[in-house]
């Protein structure tokens, strides 16, 4: 447990949509609020990720979980069996979903975890929000451990980082989509397979078959209906489009500006969301204005060319 002075000044930074890390009893976890776009865009920034993996959801308790996600008999089971403590369980959204869009990376699952360390759970009741949060390291680097790894990896980053000594486990969480019949094993962890097949009693599929639905790939990882023209300079009466920056063609109808000031962490933040606005019936495409190939720009060009290619 943390000091209350350490808790409420970590809670206040959370709220005020600011970047805490803090200990789990896997690895240190990166915390944002996960109802926050530009908050949860911040730890795509500051991880230097060039993708937008969705993120694990941290809760205080099952209630909370359950006002997400579509629950069902085996999230039911495995929750009070294993929970709190190393399993992330990936459901459906709710259709009332409040989570942002960039925390599920605009997919219609979600995923969720209810973390054993004690500190972590003094947190999310402190604060009383969802928490967004990836391992507290680098793009591509292993995930930290203690919080002196936090601050060799992210230490000029983040505000604050909520020291709890070493992680016991020090693997990050098993993770198991439960939102179909058969369980599927994505990520393998502390918690094995065949404690999950005990809990659940049947066959869970194995991390192999598990790839193919490998977060980025997924059929269901939100695809507008209507193609997407990149780089788009012009616009035709026929399309909507997605803006960046302040100098938008002026024949364009339908807009919505990822980001007036061309800010890329803006744009991050509000890429699914009007993506999902634009993609209806009335037009033909949607347009989408350049986005540097910079820091998130690499990130959010890379997600506007897989919506793109999916209809190429
Ligand atoms: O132990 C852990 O899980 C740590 C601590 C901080 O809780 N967190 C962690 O988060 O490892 P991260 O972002 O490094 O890994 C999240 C994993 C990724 O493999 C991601 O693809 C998967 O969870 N994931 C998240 N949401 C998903 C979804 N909706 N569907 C499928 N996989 C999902
Ligand atoms: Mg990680």
Request: with cysteine; glycine share 8%; net charge negative.
């Amino acid at each position: 447990m943390f000091p209350l002075d350490q808790i409420h000044h970590a809670s206040t930074l959370l709220k005020a949509g600011e970047l805490v890390a803090f200990p789990t009893e896997t690895v240190y976890g990166l915390g944002a609020n996960a109802l926050d776009n530009l908050a949860v865009a911040r730890i795509f920034a500051v991880k230097q990720r060039p993708h937008f993996n969705p993120l694990i959801v941290h809760c205080a308790d099952i209630k909370t979980a359950q006002t997400y996600a579509q629950w069902n008999a085996q999230a039911e089971m495995l929750a009070t069996t294993f929970w709190p403590g190393p399993l992330t369980l990936v459901l459906p959204r709710k259709a009332d979903c409040t989570i942002s869009e960039l925390t599920s990376a605009g997919l219609e699952t979600i995923a969720l975890r209810i973390p054993s360390h004690p500190g972590a759970l003094q947190l999310l009741r402190e604060c009383g929000l969802p928490l967004a949060a990836p391992s507290a390291n680098r793009s591509g680097r292993v995930s930290p451990t203690t919080a002196q790894h936090v601050r060799d990896e992210l230490g000029s980053g983040i505000h604050c980082i909520l020291d709890g000594g070493a992680c016991s486990v020090g693997l990050e969480s098993t993770v198991v989509d439960v939102s179909g019949e058969a369980p599927v094993l994505l990520r393998p962890g502390f918690i094995t397979q065949d404690m999950l097949e005990l809990a659940l009693k049947k066959h869970v599929l194995s991390p192999e078959s598990g790839k193919i639905i490998a977060p980025g790939m997924l059929a269901s990882h939100y695809a507008p209906s209507l193609p997407v023209r990149l780089n788009a300079r012009s616009v035709q009466s026929d399309e909507a489009l997605l803006a960046f920056g302040g100098d938008i063609p002026p024949s364009a109808a339908d807009v919505l500006n990822l980001s007036v000031r061309g800010d890329l962490v803006e744009a991050a933040a509000n890429l699914f969301a009007h993506l999902r606005a634009l993609d209806k019936p009335g037009y033909n495409c949607i347009a989408v204005m350049p986005i540097p190939e910079e820091g998130l720009g690499i990130a959010i060009n890379d997600r506007l060319g897989r919506a793109a290619a999916q209809r190429s």
